[in-house]
């Protein structure tokens, strides 16, 4: 079974900083680009960062300078450093993964989202 498991979350000051990984298990050929998203109560889901398979990196305006994206290819695991954490960036954080279950098949994958809270 093919499936995406984020860890990291949890509860941290302004100004804090947390780290989330996602780890990819199960029958995969190869993984193309891989991302963090995440989704606040009441707003709509946004793109925080992602990593292409050649690792090209793209940030989304509100976190740039502030978070970085990395992947470990033998892993199978995409992280996210989150630094100088805000008020506004309190939110369920979520991983996806462009997986090839085999040559040519490509699906998108979803974790299952861990919160973070960025309270004093």
């Known amino acids: 079974q093919v499936q995406l498991v984020e860890s990291g979350g949890g509860l941290v000051q302004p100004g804090g900083s947390l780290r989330l990984s996602c780890a990819a298990s199960?029958?995969?050929?190869?993984?193309?680009?891989m991302g963090w998203y995440r989704q606040a109560p009441g707003k709509e889901r946004e793109m925080v960062a992602r990593?292409?398979?050649?690792?090209?990196?793209i940030y989304a305006d509100s976190v740039k300078g502030r978070f970085t994206i990395s992947r470990d290819n033998a892993k199978n695991t995409v992280y996210l450093q989150m630094n100088s954490l805000k008020a506004e960036d309190t939110a369920v954080y979520l991983c996806?993964?462009?997986?090839?279950?085999?040559?040519?098949?490509?699906?998108?994958?979803w974790g299952q989202g861990t919160q973070v809270t960025v309270s004093s």
């Open positions: 996806n993964a462009n997986l090839e279950l085999k040559r040519g098949y490509e699906y998108l994958y």
């Open positions: 199960g029958s995969i050929f190869s993984i193309n680009a």
């Open positions: 990593v292409t398979a050649a690792g090209r990196l």
